[in-house]
């Protein structure tokens, strides 16, 4: 019996989202205040093409979409779930890429004040919306090019974009770390573990990422009691950069980032889980 899907309380979805993005706001403003900020704002990041001007207009536009799209009419889409979203998610790349330049030409494409003013406006309308009841239905439907999907479930995936877009820009910029919302981080961690656990389907190896999430995964003889045969342990960080393609198995394993014991425990076949 495949195991019960994960559910995550909204009023702490909600508490996660609004201070990972309060958190994102601090970090831009930080940049932008910067007398080297039109330098830093031109750096490269790991996302491919993109300088980190890019990445704020591309994390802007993520955090804007669901106020920007709240009162939407519903179309009648298939149900779309978080581990469906997390597979399904680097189909729309292209799509992603070009809102994203287009945000940056435009919105984005002015000095470094104004880059945190368009920062601040997206930002702004999403804590507003959390504020507000609506978005505590449990019924409520939110559609997306995927599919449709319940808004509570809508808010996990800001929170994979504010905590994975988060790290990207700590990284662009050299940065010792990111000040993420714990809570924000742990749903992450937990979703990316669940999606792998969907794509690789077993109980051959059991997948540790304490302290928030353990699952077991990938075909092959299922352990019931003891020591699994086949053990892979990380931290969250390393997990959601191995998860979206940030990090190479291999490197982090010679890192010792990631222990892996057992024969089937060579994951690399299976990630990322999020392109």
Sequence with gaps: MPPKPRTYQPAKVIAALVAQTGALRTAV??????????????RPTRMGEWT??????????????????????????????????????GTVAPLLDEQ?????????????????????????GLVHLLSEDGVRDPQRRFEIRLGSMTLADMLVTRLVETVVHADDLA????????????????????????AFAERAP??????????????????????????????????????????????DWAAAVDAAA??????RSDLRAYLPVLG
């Design 52 to 89: 980190v001007r890019e990445l704020l207009a591309h994390l802007a536009v993520q955090i804007d979409w669901v106020p920007a799209h709240f009162d939407d009419p519903q179309e009648g889409r298939p149900p779309l779930d978080l581990p469906g979203w997390v597979a399904a998610v």
């Design 171 to 194: 990284a662009a910029l050299g940065l010792d770390g990111f000040p993420h919302d714990r809570q924000a981080v742990a749903a992450v961690t937990r979703l990316l573990a669940d």
């Design 202 to 247: 077993g109980g051959a190896v059991e997948l540790r990422i304490p302290p928030y999430a353990v699952v077991q995964a990938v075909e092959g003889p299922r352990h019931t009691r003891g020591t699994p045969p086949n053990v892979v342990e990380t931290d969250p960080l390393t997990w959601i950069r191995l998860a979206t393609g940030r990090a």
């Design 258 to 263: 990631v222990s892996a014991s057992g024969e």
């Design 100 to 124: 994203a330049r287009a945000t940056a030409r435009g919105e984005f494409a002015g000095d470094p004040a104004s880059v945190a003013q368009a920062f601040d406006r997206a930002a702004s």
């Design 29 to 42: 403003h930080e940049l932008c205040a910067r007398p080297d900020a039109a330098e830093r704002l031109a």
